[in-house]
């Protein structure tokens, strides 16, 4: 079993910065690909960013030139730099797995509170 571990959220400003960092439990199998999701109060969950092993990246339309993902492979870390943040940006943010043994499986961290807010 894998675990994710998040850490990083907070309350700042619009216009402020945020890194948000993730970390597997274990280190000895590659995660395909890591990322992070979010979901605010009455909203869907819904991808924020992700990244592939071999360094593909997935950005939302909205965060699209303000958040960077970026990911230690060999840690099975996963961070995601969140610059020139705005009030719609508040959600809780949710570290993402999914790694191939046999069968796809899915791992999910508990999250994080991320609120913009003046």
């Known amino acids: 079993q894998v675990q994710l571990v998040e850490s990083g959220g907070g309350l700042v400003q619009p216009g402020g910065s945020l890194r948000l960092s993730c970390a597997a439990s274990?280190?000895?199998?590659?995660?395909?690909?890591m990322g992070w999701y979010r979901q605010a109060p009455g909203k869907q969950r819904e991808l924020v960013a992700d990244?592939?092993?071999?360094?593909?990246?997935n950005y939302a339309d909205s965060v699209k030139g303000r958040f960077t993902i970026s990911r230690d492979i060999a840690k099975n870390t996963v961070y995601l730099q969140m610059d020139s943040l705005k009030v719609e940006d508040t959600a809780v943010y949710l570290c993402?797995?999914?790694?191939?043994?046999?069968?796809?499986?899915?791992?999910w961290g508990q999250g994080t509170q991320v609120t913009v807010s003046s």
């Open positions: 993402n797995g999914r790694a191939y043994s046999g069968s796809w499986n899915t791992y």
């Open positions: 274990r280190s000895d199998f590659v995660i395909s690909v």
């Open positions: 990244m592939h092993v071999g360094g593909n990246t």
